[in-house]
């Protein structure tokens, strides 16, 4: 019993990266109504020059550097290229999302190579122990800031006049903009935030599975995957599915064989461990088909 | 001659370019000058045969078309004796397949309008459905291909009931975890027996041999032609069925879903038989992968990487065009690959002309294509040489800069690459930035600008290039026939 809360929680910890990679896709999917393919690559991006950064400069401003950096990145974006495709087939901006993926992974692989690199930790060591649960300091300092920075958001969109501009300008952009706000420089922000969680999520996750130019893409995935079953337009459905992703793929990593075993099922497992990445893509699969909305989502009503 | 009969006789631009490139692509694959000579003199045959047609044959206005297309298949069916060798009949093949996939990819989403970043997958299928049953049960080539394209127009099939529900940006989040999840899932050691687990499938002693023992017949070319049957089999079919009812209602259902249902058109029936269609082309593009890339296929060949370049290579070359994926097939196969490798192997032992091949097309390009440029060096020449040599010295001017920017991109194109940057992983991102280009100006991809350069003109040329080096102010610069999205202010 004490194994499994184990899993569970460990299942959280990365769970609360991919809530905040979906947490990005959604402020975008909000604001812009569509997906940003190349949010990960921009990630990686960001990541890779807080990785150079951080040679010259302690942890804590690299850090904070790097957000604004991909903060302004992602509002580049948004002024000079999606701003472009916004009204036109939804089809051309999967496509821009596509060429900014691999204009960013290029950049990544050209500049700094495909060779992994070391990402500083600033908390190295053993793991401690808590309530008998062994967890890894860096792991539990990445659920930390994840959650804060959900908190941080949560109270920025539902408490502050700029919170409540862009999210009416996610809601009725035409409505916002006879409102008086500037729904350009929303979407705009809307973006910058959207790529600085990114790069924040980057940045958390490097020490962990080693920063590599193809770092993101997998944990974009499961992203997307923990947006899905949140709900589209729901940001707390994010961080939910999120949670819920990481501990599916951690419980299946683990127990599969066992979950097979006590079913009798006419055929044998042997190692869980390749089952983690093809379950939470099933589960894409299977919200996908069963209940597109998500848990929280709205139903998606088209006029005709 | 009479001035009509010259104005027909004389070469029109797009068959001058036309033998330029053909001329330089089979100096490419010949590597050597009887590809130059085959190439160049191939076109220009084809143009007088064209003209001959046309004043022999008054009656007949397709029989330029014929001549050309005659040609192209002339082409195709000598290359490998131009060839230099099975590495580049191999390349050959490598086009014909991918473009048999793109083919299949531009079924679903150019022409039903179901974005699918998913079909790495179906190829894979079709790749190892052809590969085991080689492995297991010896099939003969047929068969494995058959086999293959069954297998994955089946996956197709089961793909599309769930997909039905689902479009746009939901469709392309579903298509990438299928793309993603097929990696995993072929490595499972549940399935090594059949799939060779991680190692993947190495059946590189079977060989397809021809079924003739000719001394020319050599195994690259048996495969080369193999492909080059079921590309222009597979056109013809894929023509066809665009053209006939069922490819009116895929149209339908892509330009809107609702209305084509409430006119009638059997929605659910048609999205499926464009994913069955779809991906049973991708299968048999898989299975030649399996043959032409030496019978070894692993779990990796099969990425979302290559997903992305086929969707990313059909949008650069057309969507919903054939030709445009034809075309996009080629750009894959030696530009993406072959093209950046070759710039970038020849820049590092230190020679510039590509760079300065590149830099002078840059520099030319905004010098003289822009309005601001014009109107500076009026004002600049104006007040050097007084108004009768305005003209002279502007242009004069604009040459000047235009080669300051030349050497200035190799300057900086040097300084980055020797430190910062690697050009061969640069292609990526060059690649992204053509798509990205073609989705905002040309959004019909390359093919669209066919028609146009059909019917370039000399004169409309000379107009531009007239109203290029003129000093004139912006209203009159913008009125100039043929101009491109070079001044299209977004």
């Known amino acids: 019993m004490e194994d499994f809360v184990q899993q569970m929680v460990l299942g959280m910890m990365t769970g609360s990266i991919y809530g905040v990679v979906a947490l990005a896709l959604v402020m975008i999917f909000q604001s812009t109504r569509m997906f940003n393919f190349g949010q990960g690559e921009m990630a990686t991006f960001t990541t890779f020059l807080a990785w150079a950064l951080m040679l010259h400069v302690p942890y804590g401003l690299g850090f904070a550097l790097a957000i604004v950096i991909g903060f302004v990145l992602g509002a580049a974006m948004e002024r000079g290229l999606i701003r472009l495709v916004e009204d036109k087939a939804p089809l051309n901006a999967v496509i821009v999302g596509l060429g900014l993926f691999m204009v960013f992974n290029s950049l990544s692989a050209s500049v ?37 920075i959900t908190a941080a958001l949560y109270g920025f969109f539902q408490h502050t006049r700029l919170g409540l501009a862009m999210r009416a ?40 599975v080693v920063l590599t130019p193809n770092m993101m893409f997998f944990i974009l995935l499961f992203g997307f995957a923990a947006a899905v079953l949140g709900g589209l337009d729901s940001a707390p459905g994010a961080i939910l599915g999120g ?18 075993d006590f079913f009798r099922m006419p055929f044998e497992i042997k190692d869980s461990n390749q089952y983690r990445d093809i379950v939470a893509i099933g589960l894409i699969l299977a919200v996908l088909a069963i209940r597109p909305r998500g848990i929280f989502g709205r139903p998606l009503i088209q006029k005709v | 001659m009479s001035r009509r009969q010259a104005s027909i006789a004389a070469p029109q631009p797009w068959e001058l370019a036309a033998a330029f490139g053909a001329g330089y692509f089979f100096w490419f694959l010949a590597d050597g000058t009887v590809g130059l000579v085959a190439g160049a003199g191939g076109v220009a045959a ?45 390349q050959m093949a490598t086009a014909g397949y991918v473009a048999i996939a793109v083919l299949g990819l531009n079924l679903l989403t150019g022409y039903t309008g179901q974005g699918s970043i ?19 049960w010896d099939a003969p080539m047929a068969l494995a291909l058959l086999t293959g394209t069954a297998a994955a127009a089946t996956a197709g099939l089961l793909i599309g009931v769930p997909a039905l529900r689902l479009s746009g940006p939901y469709l392309a989040i579903a298509t990438l975890g299928l793309a993603v999840a097929f990696t995993p899932i072929v490595k499972l050691n549940e399935l090594a027996d059949l799939t060779g687990g ?23 070319r048996w495969y080369y032609y193999v492909t080059l049957g079921s590309l222009i089999a597979g056109l013809i079919l894929l023509h066809n069925l665009l053209n006939s009812g069922v490819g009116r209602s895929f149209r339908a259902v892509r330009d809107n879903e609702i209305a084509a249902g409430a006119a009638g ?27 032409i890339s030496n019978r070894f296929i692993s779990p990796e060949s099969f990425t979302v990487i290559m997903a992305i370049e086929y969707l990313v290579v059909m949008v650069i070359g057309g969507t919903a065009s054939l030709p445009g994926s034809l075309f996009g097939a080629f750009f894959l196969v030696y530009a993406y690959r072959e093209g950046i490798e070759t710039v970038s192997s020849e820049t590092e032992s230190g020679s510039d002309t590509w760079l300065l091949a590149a830099g002078l097309l840059a520099g030319v390009g905004i010098m003289f294509t822009s309005q601001w440029p014009a109107m500076l060096t009026k004002r600049i020449a104006g007040v050097l040489g007084g108004s009768q040599y305005r003209w002279a010295v502007g242009n004069l001017l604009r040459l000047v800069l235009a080669i300051v920017i030349a050497l ?22 060059i690649t992204g930035a053509v798509l990205i280009v073609v989705v905002l100006f040309v959004p019909g991809g390359v093919a669209s600008l066919f028609d146009r350069i059909l019917a370039l003109k000399w004169m409309t040329v000379g107009d531009w290039l007239q109203s290029a080096i003129a000093l004139k102010p912006a209203a009159a610069v913008s009125e100039m026939p043929g101009e491109s999205a070079g001044s299209a202010a977004p």
């Not at chain 2, 997958?121 to 790749?127: K, L, M, N, P, S």
């Not at chain 2, 059997?266 to 299968?283: D, Q």
């Open chain 2, 408 to 429: 200035l991109f190799v300057w900086l194109f040097r300084r980055a690459t020797e430190d910062l940057l690697d050009l061969v992983s640069l292609r990526g991102a």
């Open chain 1, 112 to 148: 700094w190579g495909p060779d992994p690199h070391t990402f500083s930790q600033p908390f190295k060591g053993a793991p401690i122990d808590i309530l008998g649960i062994t967890i890894g300091k860096h792991n539990l300092y990445l659920f930390v800031v994840a959650m804060l």
């Open chain 2, 46 to 90: 084809a143009i007088v045969l064209n003209r001959a047609a046309e004043l022999l044959l008054p009656a007949r206005p397709h029989a330029g078309r014929i001549v050309w297309g005659l040609l192209i298949l002339a082409f195709a069916v000598a290359a490998p004796f131009i060839s230099a060798g099975d590495f580049r009949t191999a």
């Open chain 2, 198 to 220: 991680r190692s993947g499938l190495n059946l590189f002693d079977h060989r397809f041999g021809p079924p003739v023992d000719w001394d020319w017949l050599s195994d690259a």
């Open chain 1, 243 to 260: 949670l819920i992703v990481g501990v599916m793929q951690n419980l299946t990593g683990v127990y599969l064989d066992d979950v097979v």
């Open chain 2, 265 to 291: 058109v059997n929605v659910p029936l048609t999205k499926l038989t464009a994913f069955a269609v779809s991906s049973g082309y991708a299968g048999f593009a898989g299975g030649l992968l399996f043959m």
């Open chain 2, 118 to 136: 998913g079909h790495s997958a179906f190829i894979g299928v079709g790749a190892y459905g052809a590969a085991i049953m080689v492995d297991q």
């Open chain 1, 169 to 208: 300008t996610a809601y009725d952009r035409g409505a916002a903009e006879l409102m008086g706000v500037p729904t350009g420089l929303m979407l705009m922000m809307g973006w910058g935030l959207a790529a600085a969680l990114g790069a924040a999520a980057g940045m958390l996750v490097a020490p962990i």
